[in-house]
């Protein structure tokens, strides 16, 4: 890879599809731990609640992301380190292989933790924290 990396944390998708407009020609990989890389996050609770289909809360695909903006998105995907240095990154994939990436330019957009607060009785098994599809899918699947 040689132009840009981007590692996305929901707003990674964002700013990989904002760079593509700018520049038509950037090499650009984005990295992605979970398998979700763009979703409507505030319809989440309602998807729960049954008002909206779970396909409603998928924006893009890794598929139609690569399709539409020609970016090299790599889900199931974590990023270990950072080597300034040498301007490069050390990625796991899917399978647990480790593998080095270099980059020119790089884009960071972690995500973050549920903050749960602390208040008696959010230590419940039948507490949950919501921030992406893929807590929504572990609810739904656990209340059938």
């Not at 890879?1 to 964002?14: E, H, K």
């Not at 650009?28 to 979970?34: D, L, N, Q, W």
């Not at 593998?99 to 507490?127: Q, W």
């Amino acid at each position: 890879m040689s132009s840009s990396a981007a590692w996305p944390g929901g707003r990674g998708a964002t700013a990989a599809a904002r760079l593509r407009r700018l520049d038509e020609q950037a090499e650009i990989a984005m990295f992605e731990r979970g398998e979700h890389i763009s979703f409507a996050n505030c319809g989440l609770p309602y998807h729960i609640g049954g008002a909206i289909d779970r396909e409603d809360l998928l924006l893009q695909t890794p598929k139609s992301f690569r399709q539409r903006f020609n970016v090299d998105v790599r889900v199931r995907s974590e990023v270990l380190s950072i080597d300034r240095e040498t301007k490069s990154i050390k990625a796991k994939d899917s399978t647990g292989k480790t593998y080095t990436e270099k980059y020119d330019t790089l884009i960071l957009s972690p995500d973050g933790a549920p903050i749960k607060p602390p208040v008696p009785g959010t230590d419940s098994e039948r507490v949950f924290t919501v921030r992406n599809v893929t807590d929504i899918d572990y609810i739904k699947n656990i209340h059938r």
